[in-house]
Structures are given as structure tokens and as C-alpha cells.
């Protein structure tokens, strides 16, 4: 807020300090620059806060949520069933997840660049041909059951050789050939 009424304050003295435009520009450049960082820190923190939130308080359905790899290593087991290259560099995989406990589990925030990515063996991303809709940033598994969730991957210029999930990598089998 200093800095706003700073700003307001250098902008109606812009004619005394037009000899000074090199002032007038560093102090507007600050302006500019701490209201920028201080709004994305706002929204870090308020991504920040739903992800905590989430976690942290029952869901609806009293889901655990996993957004995290020590979450997903602690109540999902993952593996890569099934790789097909389905077009020139596009390769659709087919993922088990399998929930371990006696509650539901859910993935979050599978919209997140950092979330999924597919690895070619020689350690180059490509990601989701198309992002993923709404319905689709979350998996629910039920309890003591499974599910597989298919994606596909477009710019694979390589053979995939490794998924990641939520910074967990799970090897990808040999693709087959559509």
C-alpha cells in the first residue's frame, strides 16, 4: 500500500521531476516491480493454503488426498500397464493405481505442469497432448480397489521410458506400435 501511495505521489510530480526522468523511472520500476512479486505471493499463498486445506481437512466423501509423492508412495501403488504410440510422437499410457487402505483416495491437481510427465530415455519431457479438463485434475480410487487412467502424451520425440507422478518415476514398458 506505501509503495501504491509512493507511486501516486512520483506520478503527480512528474513535471518537477521531469529533469529527473530517470528517478521518476527507477521509482515507478520499484513500484511495479514489489506490487507484482506481492501478488504472486498472494497466489502461491492462496495455492498453497487450498493444498494444506485439502490435506488437512476431511473431504466430503472423507477422501485422503494425495498431491505429494510421499503421499502417493504411502497409499497408492502406480504402475505404467501399457505404452502405445498411437501417432507420430503421441503415445498413449495406461496407469494402475491401486488405493491400499480402507478409505477413499484421491489425486490432486493432475493439471500441475510438475505433476505428470512423461520421461524419453534420453531425459527429455513431453506432456499431455491436450490438458486435462476439469473432471479430470483428480482421480478417486475407492477403498482396497483400483482404477487405470489413460493418457496421452504429444512432442514424444523419443521411446518413453519413464513416467512421473507427483515427482515419483515409474518405468514405462516397451511402447507397442498402433
Avoid at 472423507?62 to 498411437?86: F, N, P
Amino acid at each position: 500500500m506505501k509503495k501504491a501511495v509512493l507511486a501516486l505521489a512520483i506520478f503527480m510530480s512528474l513535471p518537477a521531476l521531469a529533469e529527473e526522468s530517470s528517478v521518476v523511472k527507477d521509482s515507478i520500476k520499484s513500484t511495479v516491480s514489489g506490487v507484482i512479486a506481492a501478488g504472486k505471493d498472494a497466489l502461491s499463498g492462496v495455492k498453497d493454503g487450498v493444498d494444506d486445506g485439502r490435506q488437512s481437512g476431511s473431504s466430503i466423501d472423507g477422501a485422503i488426498i494425495v498431491t505429494d509423492k510421499e503421499s502417493l508412495t504411502k497409499y497408492v501403488t502406480v504402475s505404467v500397464l501399457s505404452a502405445e504410440k498411437v501417432a507420430d510422437q503421441e503415445y498413449k499410457l495406461t496407469l494402475a493405481l491401486r488405493n491400499n487402505t480402507d478409505k477413499i483416495v484421491r489425486l490432486s491437481n493432475l493439471n500441475e505442469s510438475k505433476s505428470l510427465i512423461l520421461i524419453d530415455k534420453d531425459g527429455f519431457i513431453s506432456s499431455l497432448k491436450t490438458p486435462l479438463t476439469p473432471d479430470e485434475f483428480d482421480i478417486t480410487i475407492p477403498e482396497k480397489a483400483g482404477v487405470k487412467q489413460r493418457y496421452v502424451f504429444g512432442g514424444v520425440e523419443d521411446v518413453p521410458a519413464t513416467l512421473r507422478l507427483y515427482g515419483m518415476d515409474i518405468a514405462v514398458p516397451a511402447p507397442v506400435t498402433k
